[in-house]
């Protein structure tokens, strides 16, 4: 893991987690239009470094070491905390351990609830022949990339982590985004804010994000309608910020 810091210690702190198979500067529009308020700290997760190899184990492992990474430093209280679908999943379960302070704690297509298993191999599966493809540069794959996952201007940075990943790593994080871990008995003093979409498998997110708000019913709900799986926090930042800004200026 690394953790990327765009700080100057004097301002509250922001953590952004990507998602799988997804580098951490697809949060650079985040990061320019917040580090003049905050002070904020990108998380490049286990398996998505680009220096070297690492390997993800589980949303727990991953949470745990965000959080000794704060509190080795004496910073036991997160202003902000973001993550975008499985690192959303890691946000919640930072937030529901309590070993850190979140006052405000924003999910988008963060997947709490369970698929079927089959659907886990399925998608086991065609992640490692994407990041098998990758790996050899095939042009369609390549292409798909920039169509359909994520602008191409993340391409580089993508190979970059793909190159290192291995498919342990892959099973992992499926695994790890299909545990289906809403907590519903969390002594709750945040904010909370659940993003999502409307096509494809976003409907996991909408019941999560609706069974978030049965357990807590002071969770902000904001429905991205026709939009696939996080679409405005990769394809249009600008719109994701906005939304995002006012809830955390409109307490």
């Known amino acids: 893991m690394q953790i990327h810091q765009f700080v100057d210690g004097k301002k509250p702190i922001m953590v952004l987690i990507h998602g799988i198979l997804t580098p951490w ?30 390997e993800f184990v589980s949303v727990s492992s991953e949470a745990e070491e965000i959080i000794q990474y704060f509190l080795t430093q004496n910073m036991e209280t997160i202003d902000v905390l973001c993550g975008l679908s499985m690192g959303g999943a890691i946000a919640h379960e930072i937030w529901k351990t309590g070993k850190l ?33 990758s790996k050899e540069r095939d042009p369609k794959v390549l292409e798909a990339f920039k169509k ?9 940075s993508y190979l970059k982590i793909a190159d290192f990943m291995s498919d342990t790593s892959i099973a992992n994080m499926v695994h790890a985004a299909n545990t289906g871990n809403l907590c519903k008995d969390v002594n709750n003093q945040s904010r909370i804010l659940f993003l999502h ?55």
């Open 25 to 54: 500067q697809i949060w650079m529009p985040q990061i320019t239009a917040f580090k003049e308020r905050y002070d904020v700290y990108a998380v490049a997760l286990n398996a998505h470094t680009e220096e070297d190899a690492s």
């Open 101 to 133: 302070t979140i006052n405000s704690l924003v999910l988008d297509g963060a997947p709490l609830v369970p698929f079927p298993r089959f659907a886990e191999k399925i998608m086991i599966s065609n992640y490692i022949k994407i990041i098998h493809r």
């Open 148 to 156: 359909n996952f994520l602008p191409e201007k993340y391409l580089d």
């Open 197 to 251: 979409g409307t096509k494809g498998n976003e409907v996991l997110s909408k019941k999560a994000a609706a069974l978030m708000k049965k357990s807590y019913p002071e969770t902000e709900v904001i429905c991205f309608k026709g939009d696939p799986h996080c679409y405005k926090a990769t394809y249009e930042p600008e719109k994701w910020i906005e939304a995002v800004d006012a809830f955390l200026k409109n307490p």
